[in-house]
C-alpha cells in the first residue's frame, strides 16, 4: 500500500537529532507494523498541496503546531484537498492537528479548549467498536499534545473514543475518513523532550502530570494496526463499488 503523508509541520531542531522529522517518525512506526508499505511526502506547510486523490492509495496528515482556525493559505488549501478526498472517496487518516482541520472542513467545529493543555498519555474508553479494530480492546492510550479540540461533529460523523478531557477523541467520518487526537508516531522519549521544550507555554503543573503519566503503557503499534486494517477496508469497500 502506498500512503500519502501530508506534513504539516516540522519537528523542533533542538530536537530532530535525536528524534528525526515527522517523515521519519511515521515511517519508523508503520513500516514496523508492515514492512511493505510505501510514503510519499507532500510538505503541506510549504504549500505543496497534491494535485492528484489518486496520486497514492490512501492519505495521512501530520499533527501541527499550527491550528485548523489559523486562517494561514496553505491550511485553507488543505482543507479543500480533504474535501476533494472526501469527493472521491479516498481514504483519509488525520491525526491530531489533521483530525481537527478534517472535521472543520467537513462543517464541523474545532475550538481552544477550556480544559487547556493535553500532554503526556490520554487514557481513552472504546465508545463504539468497529469491524477495523481488530485485535479489539476496550480501551486507547496514546501520546497527546495539544490544545484545540474537535467541539462538533461534520454530518456522518460518529464518536469511536472518548474521555473527559477529550469528548471526541477518535471519530469515523463515513466509510473513508478517520480523525485521531492522540498521536501514535510519537514516542515517550519525543513527549518527554517535547514538553521540556514548551515549558513554560504549558503550565508547570500540566507538565509534571505528563511527564508523570509516561510511565503507562502506550498504543501505538495497536493503533497503527487499526488505521492500517481501516485504509485497506475503506479501499476494498471503493474497489468494490467500481
Same mark, same amino acid.
Given at each position: $500500500? =502506498?500512503?500519502?503523508?501530508?506534513?504539516?509541520?516540522?519537528?523542533?531542531?533542538?530536537?530532530?537529532?535525536?528524534?528525526?522529522?515527522?517523515?521519519?517518525?511515521?515511517?519508523?512506526?508503520?513500516? =514496523?507494523?508492515?514492512?511493505?508499505?510505501?510514503?510519499?511526502?507532500?510538505?503541506?506547510?510549504?504549500?505543496?498541496?497534491?494535485?492528484? @486523490?489518486?496520486?497514492?492509495?490512501?492519505?495521512?496528515?501530520?499533527?501541527?503546531?499550527?491550528?485548523?482556525?489559523?486562517?494561514?493559505?496553505?491550511?485553507? +488549501?488543505?482543507?479543500?484537498?480533504? %474535501?476533494?478526498?472526501?469527493?472521491?472517496?479516498?481514504?483519509? *487518516?488525520?491525526?491530531?492537528?489533521?483530525?481537527? @482541520?478534517?472535521?472543520? +472542513?467537513?462543517?464541523?467545529?474545532?475550538?481552544?479548549?477550556?480544559?487547556?493543555?493535553? *500532554?503526556?498519555?490520554?487514557?481513552?474508553?472504546?465508545?463504539? %467498536?468497529?469491524?477495523?479494530?481488530?485485535?479489539?480492546?476496550?480501551?486507547?492510550?496514546? *501520546?497527546?499534545?495539544?490544545?484545540?479540540?474537535?467541539?462538533?461533529?461534520?454530518?456522518?460523523?460518529? *464518536?469511536?473514543?472518548?474521555?473527559?478531557?477529550?469528548?471526541?477523541?477518535?471519530?469515523? @467520518?463515513?466509510?473513508?475518513?478517520?480523525?485521531?487526537?492522540?498521536?501514535?508516531?510519537?514516542?515517550?522519549?519525543?513527549? +518527554?523532550?517535547?514538553?521540556?521544550?514548551?515549558?513554560?507555554?504549558?503550565?508547570?503543573?500540566?507538565? =509534571?502530570?505528563?511527564?508523570?503519566?509516561?510511565?503507562?503503557? @502506550?498504543?501505538?503499534?495497536?493503533?497503527?494496526?487499526?488505521?492500517?486494517?481501516? $485504509?485497506?477496508?475503506?479501499?476494498?469497500? =471503493?474497489?468494490?463499488? %467500481?
Amino acid at each position: $500500500m =502506498r500512503i500519502g503523508l501530508l506534513q504539516c509541520d516540522d519537528v523542533d531542531e533542538k530536537l530532530q537529532p535525536r528524534h528525526g522529522n515527522y517523515p521519519e517518525m511515521f515511517e519508523r512506526l508503520f513500516t =514496523r507494523v508492515d514492512p511493505t508499505l510505501e510514503f510519499q511526502v507532500w510538505r503541506c506547510l510549504d504549500g505543496e498541496i497534491p494535485g492528484d @486523490v489518486d496520486a497514492v492509495d490512501a492519505w495521512l496528515t501530520t499533527g501541527s503546531k499550527y491550528g485548523a482556525n489559523d486562517g494561514d493559505e496553505w491550511i485553507e +488549501a488543505l482543507g479543500g484537498f480533504v %474535501r476533494e478526498l472526501w469527493a472521491a472517496g479516498k481514504p483519509l *487518516v488525520g491525526i491530531c492537528f489533521g483530525h481537527q @482541520v478534517i472535521a472543520k +472542513a467537513l462543517g464541523g467545529e474545532v475550538v481552544k479548549s477550556e480544559r487547556g493543555w493535553g *500532554v503526556g498519555m490520554s487514557f481513552n474508553r472504546l465508545t463504539e %467498536r468497529a469491524a477495523w479494530m481488530d485485535p479489539w480492546q476496550e480501551g486507547l492510550d496514546l *501520546v497527546v499534545s495539544h490544545q484545540d479540540q474537535v467541539s462538533r461533529l461534520p454530518a456522518g460523523a460518529v *464518536v469511536l473514543a472518548a474521555s473527559d478531557f477529550c469528548p471526541v477523541y477518535v471519530m469515523q @467520518v463515513g466509510e473513508i475518513f478517520l480523525g485521531v487526537q492522540g498521536h501514535p508516531e510519537f514516542s515517550k522519549a519525543y513527549s +518527554a523532550d517535547l514538553m521540556e521544550l514548551r515549558r513554560g507555554k504549558i503550565p508547570g503543573n500540566r507538565v =509534571r502530570e505528563g511527564q508523570a503519566s509516561l510511565n503507562a503503557p @502506550v498504543d501505538d503499534q495497536l493503533m497503527v494496526r487499526w488505521i492500517l486494517n481501516f $485504509m485497506r477496508q475503506a479501499l476494498n469497500r =471503493r474497489a468494490g463499488q %467500481r
